[in-house]
């Protein structure tokens, strides 16, 4: 125990203290001025510290002359033992008493009760440090966790080739437990100047001058701190700019000519509740300087089904603020962030509508939408386009009624008032890209019929078609690749221009067959102007009957998969069902479609139709199979079938068309000129153009 002589000692304690001072000074009892001796119980003895004074052998003195002389001083140790006890007492019961004591010169010194300045300074610190962050092992864990990617998260990242995620979740920490006696977000935030003084708040108050006082003083229940000899202070709902100047003038009631410094120094905990979408419902304990986006985080944020633009809080009952997240992130606008007092309600709503924005810019994101806004609004979000994206082409991804997917183009600025739609994929271009060879630019390609996301898809430049269908969602258990119709619009064209030229041929052949032709007679002269109204006729039909830019592909009749042919841009892919018929036309006796049995052939099929008429030339016969190639009788090096031979032994597959044309004349220009199978089915045309042509 340690005798500690202050000036708040009182006029009555003057002598106890000299007394006291005299016994310390004198040498060979506590060795040096002002460091006593330890004195401890003789059942507990502890060893001496050797550098202590009343232990250290006296210099030039015998071992039996020190302990003689150490025993010579007992009585004054034992006196001065007791006058520590004696003088603590004193004091302590003064300060309780009194609560200030008066020295015999110099200030005032105000003592609050019960604990010391400096156990409190400890136990500060030993708070503050329970309010740290957590280790660096479990930091790093928490940090490597991610929330778990929505379905259409997934999508969009499949179609960027990247992970794409929601704008705002990296902001979205981990959740710590509810039990934390802090945030790392408040712990060392700047107390603002409107902050209000609440129960359990610590104040601090320092005074200089007349009187001196170190306080650190928790506000009550009642809303008050008392402080020594100036009495209750009813802080509560005080802010905080305002505190040194109440302070000031509450103590300036009873003391002159001093100075005085209010700070907050412990803040008070809150307790409120999270609900709604949010990964981590529930109750949670924080700072009073929590904001809305605290709460948020200590939450762990919106799930993958919550909301970043529709957060409520309510207070009593109340809905007194709506945050939306995006203010924050994009803008920077801090207003809908309010404090949250105790028992507040944060409530996140169901997400709303979500478009992703990925390609050339600043940042590929999912946005979500609130209200209309438009293709100008959600590039805004993303931080607008790259430098070198392309302007003129934008491409929108989207989901019709239809539960297919649509490409719509469009250029800015004029198509930024476009509206956005739930589900939309918006792909900006690189304008370095389109100066770029074919072969390393992006493709667009249409997948349709029986696969799991028919619609349109911007993929790679070395996709294939086999990518194609994967991107679709894959092929349903209907689809029937043998009657796969893919079309190209470079062999569109390509077949246009020859299918044009050939049309042209095609009719200066009529010409000169017309103007070579002689009549004997009025009969002869009338039936040659009828031959020439009905082939006019047959050419502007042929004329309406384009290709289609259809490319056979290299399937077999039972195949699951479709060769590895690269796509280009503007690619069609339909792929049909399985069909359960077959289609006769030409000269039969009942044109149509008829079911198929097993093992037919395609003389059984014409059967079904009647059979050819007396003015059929079936030596001229021909089968359009599903997969676009054509089969005719008059083949003579493919293997099927010699010059003049029937079609009876060839198989009858699903979706075959057999046409059967009629015998003409053999002086007609058509014999002449072009056979029908050249005609059409070199350009692609297919049974559709047959109806047209026969009709």
Known sequence: MTIKVTAAATKKDTRSKSIAGSVMSRPGTLGRLGRPCRLVSTHRMRPPHPGHG????????????????????????????????????????????????????????????????????????????????????????????????????IYVSELADKDIRRLGSDL??????????????????????????????????????????????????AGRIVI???????VAGVRQA?????????????????????????????RYYVTGFVDKPGAYTVSSLATVMTGLVQAGGPSSSGSFRNIELRRNGQVISRFDLYDLLVKGDKKGDVALQGDDVLYVGPIGPQVALIGSLNRQAIVELKGSETVADAIAYAGGLSTVADTRRIAIERLSDRNDRRVVELSLPKGGSEPLSNGDVLRAFNSVAATLPQAKQYKRIRVEGEVARPGDYVLPPSSTLADAIQAAGGLTSQAY??????????????????????????ETDFTRNASTQKVANADAAQALQQQQAGTSKLIERLRMARPTGRVVLDVSENSRELP???????????????????????????????????????????????????GADASSMFVLRANGSVISARQSSSGWLSLGSPLATLAALPGDTVFVPEELNKTTFLQEAKDWTQILYQFGLGAAALKTIKN
């Open 54 to 153: 009343c232990h250290r052998r006296l210099r030039g003195a015998k071992p039996n002359e020190s302990v003689n002389s150490l025993l010579r001083h007992l009585p004054l140790l034992l006196l001065s033992t007791a006058l520590q006890a004696s003088l603590a007492h004193a004091q302590t019961s003064t300060s309780t008493r009194d609560t200030d004591t008066v020295t015999e010169s110099g200030p005032t010194r105000l003592v609050a009760p019960g604990k010391s300045t400096g156990s409190r300074q400890a136990s500060q610190d030993e708070d503050d440090t329970d309010t740290l962050d957590l280790p660096d092992g479990k930091r790093k864990k928490a940090a490597a966790r991610k929330p778990v990617p929505s379905e259409f998260e």
């Open 242 to 270: 305002d505190l040194n100047d109440l302070l000031a003038k509450r103590i300036g009631q009873v003391f002159r000519n001093f100075q005085v410094s209010a700070t907050l120094g412990r803040l008070r905990s809150i």
């Open 481 to 506: 690749l043998f009657g796969t119709d893919f079309t190209r619009e470079s062999v569109r064209k390509v077949q246009d221009e020859q299918y044009d030229r050939a049309l042209r041929e095609l």
């Open 172 to 221: 979205m920490l981990p959740a710590k437990s509810s039990g934390d006696k802090g945030s790392l977000l408040e712990s060392n935030r700047q107390v603002p100047p409107d902050y209000l003084v609440g129960v359990g708040d610590e104040v601090q108050v320092v005074t200089w001058g007349s009187v001196e006082a170190d306080l650190r003083l928790t506000v009550d229940r």
């Open 564 to 614: 590895q042919l690269g796509i280009e841009d503007g690619d069609r892919l339909s792929i049909p069902a399985r069909p359960t018929t077959v289609g006769v036309f030409g000269s039969v006796f009942n044109a149509g479609s008829f079911l198929l049995k097993g093992g037919s052939s395609i003389d059984d099929i014409v059967k079904m139709a009647g059979g050819p008429t007396r």
């Open 228 to 234: 020594p000899r100036v009495g209750p202070v009813v």
